[in-house]
């Protein structure tokens, strides 16, 4: 078997670390890049020694070449974008989040099961080291049943402005940007449970606070301070079919003393955290102990991380495997993002069937 061809749309900020990643793996040669902004898309192709260079998606798409695609563009287009690749018989690995909506969503789905080619969703927290570590303690049954998670991804001042606060590009603020990854990390190690019911609320009450000075911040290449459409902050309580629930809470800019990351789950023969720093607390001897792991990094490794999720995907596409991280966890997710965002706006739970 010859090479796996890449092709990335996209070539902002996060295609780097999928470009990094492929090219670390001998079984790829990057193809194609392809990006609106033809120099930005020109400048990459050099910097990673791809051959073709695509301004128009479909033209990419029409290229027999290319076995598979990395989208890495903006949220709205990622939806339109695995269904064109896949109807012409490419492999997909699409940036999270899956899409904007469960509609969106079940749309991909039935693409995926038509076409019988591999989509991997981008949930890089799953492929984190020591994601992968505590999973095999909770298979072995150190932890025991999880009941309780809590999740927190608070930016004090980092909204990135540009389409990520444009809310028909994006899908929404810091929930569907940054929860999205600790909502996924937590259900995944919870054992992927079926949602029951998802009761948050969402503030827009700082805005982008572009006038802060002192402290730097992210800002996307069309950044806009007069434009935001998004919550600066979220929160939700979500219950899960068999009886576990999750309390998650983000922000894009709030008046907190620092930034905060936290992710804890819980359950009836120990307790993980994983941010901000990998531990186990557990009993030993009727003495509660802490236990903290001897890895490479305590926190999350983002180029193994990006390095493990890029090489699973590129062995899925050869072996025909279904991925880790498969199209139907992105169903359940955007049940879980717009039940938040309809909790908010109705003001009251939603429970679903
Ligand atoms: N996994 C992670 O940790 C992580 C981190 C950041 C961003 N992301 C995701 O990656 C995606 C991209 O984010 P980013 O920060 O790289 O954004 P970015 O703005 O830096 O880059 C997006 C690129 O897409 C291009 N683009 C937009 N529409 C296009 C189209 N129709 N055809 C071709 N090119 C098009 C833009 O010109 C731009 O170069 C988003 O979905 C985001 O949620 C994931």
């Known amino acids: 078997m010859g090479k796996t061809k890449i092709g990335i749309v996209g070539t902002g900020s996060i295609s ?12 790829v040669e ?4 392809c990006d609106v902004n033809g120099e930005r898309a ?12 695509y301004t128009n998606y479909a033209a990419m798409m029409a290229d027999p070449q290319v076995d598979a695609v990395s989208i890495c563009t903006w949220n709205n287009t990622h939806a339109p974008f695995a269904i064109e690749a896949l109807e012409a018989g490419k492999h997909v690995l699409v940036e999270k989040p899956l899409c904007l909506t469960v509609e969106q969503a079940l749309e991909v789905e039935k693409t995926v099961v038509k076409s019988g080619k591999v989509l991997q969703i981008g949930y890089v927290r799953r492929y984190d080291p020591n994601a992968l570590m505590l999973q095999q303690w909770i298979a072995r049954g ?5 009941h309780y998670a809590k999740a927190s991804s ?4 980092g909204n990135p402005g540009g389409w990520f606060a444009d809310k028909s590009r994006s899908g929404g603020g810091p929930l569907i940007d940054l929860g999205v990854h600790i909502i996924d990390l937590c259900w995944y190690l919870m054992g992927r ?7 948050g609320n969402t503030y827009k009450k700082l805005g982008q606070r572009s006038h802060v000075k002192g402290l730097t911040f992210y800002k996307s290449a069309d950044y806009d301070a007069n434009s935001n459409t998004v919550e600066d902050l979220a929160n939700a309580l979500i219950r899960f079919e068999n009886g576990a629930s999750l309390m998650v809470d983000v922000s894009f800019t709030l008046h907190a003393r620092k930034d905060e990351g936290l992710v804890r789950l819980y359950g009836d023969k120990g307790g993980i955290e994983i941010d901000p720093e990998v531990l186990l607390v557990t009993e030993k001897s009727d003495t509660i102990v802490t ?23 590129i062995s899925c596409c050869r072996e025909g495997r279904s991925p880790e991280s ?10 879980i993002l717009c039940g938040i965002y309809e909790s908010a706006e109705l003001g009251r739970e939603i429970v679903f069937d």
Request: no cysteine.
């Open 154 to 157: 608070l930016r004090r001042l």
């Open 142 to 146: 150190e932890v025991g049943d999880i």
């Open 16 to 27: 780097h670390y999928h470009l990094k990643a492929y090219q670390k793996n001998a079984d």
């Open 193 to 199: 449970p079926k949602v029951k019911s998802v009761s």
């Open 291 to 313: 236990v903290s792991p001897q890895t490479d990094h305590a926190s999350f490794d983002a180029d193994q991380a990006f390095q493990n999720e890029i090489d699973h995907f």
């Open 42 to 53: 020109a400048v990459t192709a050099a910097s990673f020694g791809a051959s073709a260079v």
């Open 326 to 335: 498969p199209v139907q966890d992105g169903v359940e997710m955007m049940k």
């Open 30 to 33: 990057i193809y194609a890049v």
